[in-house]
């Protein structure tokens, strides 16, 4: 492996002159839990790592007006502690308590899982679920893209050379808001075959308003069920209404093949995965 120069900025400016200077010869370090192997392979050459972590505005998480604020550098096992993620999000403490094991999750963070975007990894797929906002700086200012907008096919994003997500924004929960993470490992700790997350607003008597059901793990990204949406909107949630959009979302899910598993194998596990997610939210 070559040497690569080690750099540590202490504010976002100073990062993004780094990242902007050096262009195409530098990469931002987070927690470092898929960078360092992606270096090891030789699928990204860097001259310059940007270490992230040293910089205290990005260490911020909790509220922040109507929404939870998440840091780039807050390790993941932060945000399952949080009192306010785990009573108001909880489909995003879920997500988070199923990737790899206490050791990743201690230096792995969650921002750095939705730039890496990597079709297996969880957190684009509950971000794009609860609707987040991905905020992104640079040299040239700041931007926010939606999750929905930010995913673009396999390993593919929104984000530019030189731009660094500085932190992810997540809607509170209102009181009758309901958020759901099911996925589908072959062992735990391992990636995820199939992943279904669910957030929508449930009424006392089980009426749901503006689902929002996304798959992933099965896909080449994190994909929005929008027929099986459409089923359940000002639907209840009685047993015939889940088994139809279980199977909505077997029939319409657009899964991949790969060696770990058939495409009809993920279409079938996307179904009992929805029906799991509404199951738990009833
Ligand atoms: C054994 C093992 C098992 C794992 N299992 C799972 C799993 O089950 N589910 C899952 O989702 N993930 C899993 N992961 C990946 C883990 O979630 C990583 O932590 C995550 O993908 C990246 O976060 P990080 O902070 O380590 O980022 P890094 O590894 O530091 O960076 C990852 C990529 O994102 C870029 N990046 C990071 N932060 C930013 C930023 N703020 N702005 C712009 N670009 C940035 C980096 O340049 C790099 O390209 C696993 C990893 C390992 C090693």
Redesign the pocket.
Known sequence: MKPITYLEPETVDEACEQLDRHGHDA????????????LKRRL?QADYVVD?TAIDDLHELGKSDESFRIG?AVP?VDIVQHPVARSQIPGLAEAIE????HQ?RC???F???I??A?P????PIIATALDAEFHIASVDGTRTVSASEFYAGLFETD?NQG????HVEVPLSEDNEISTYQSF?RRM????IAAVALSTSLSNDETMTDPRVVVGAATHGPTRLSSVEDSLDDSVLTDDIIDEAAETARENVDATDDEVATAAYKSHLVGELTRDALESVR
Do not use: C, K
């Open positions: 990469v931002v370090l987070a927690g470092g839990q898929s960078l360092l192997q992606i990204v992230i780039a993941y199923t990737i790899g094991d990743i230096r792995g963070t921002v750095g899982g730039a890496h990597d297996q990894g969880d957190p984000l731009e660094l997500i500085t490992t700790g391992d990636y995820a």
